[in-house]
């Protein structure tokens, strides 16, 4: 065993929860605006690990969202390694859904004595 896997054991121990496998898809959000597209492997209610490129620069802060759920996570970094990153969950917030647009119903005009209702309200379009 490495020296990397033995911290990694004995860093898992010292754990208060227990962390649930993932493999979300998820976006890291700067507080500038950019977004990064990252993947959660494993989660907890105070932490999670993610999978970002590992060259790529982070604040100590960010946020990130998981694809498809209703919840952002403000973050701090706890640690970094080759390609993941370690984060304490410091708030959650619930996003709201987004509106769904009604459905229009088709409207139906009706014909009267006095011939096509289009002609009747003056159409610039000409029958041949």
């Known amino acids: 065993m490495t020296e990397a896997s033995e911290a990694e054991l004995l860093f898992r ?3 208060s929860e227990e962390r649930k496998e993932t493999n979300w898809i998820a976006k890291i959000r700067m507080f500038d605006g ?3 597209a990252t993947s959660v492997k494993d989660i ?3 932490g999670a690990r993610l999978a970002v490129p590992e060259g790529m620069e982070l604040p100590e802060r960010f946020m990130f969202r998981v694809i498809g759920r209703d919840f952002v996570c403000a ?3 706890a640690w970094r390694r080759g390609s993941y990153v370690g984060v304490r ?3 959650v917030g619930k996003l709201e859904p987004k509106p769904v647009k009604p459905v229009e119903e088709p409207v139906h005009v009706e014909e009267t004595q006095g011939g096509d209702a289009m002609h009747r309200r003056g159409s610039r379009i000409m029958q041949v």
């Open 75 to 77: 973050v701090k970094v």
């Open 44 to 46: 907890s209610p105070s």
């Open 13 to 15: 121990d010292m754990r």
């Open 89 to 91: 969950i410091e708030k």
């Open 34 to 36: 950019r977004e990064i």
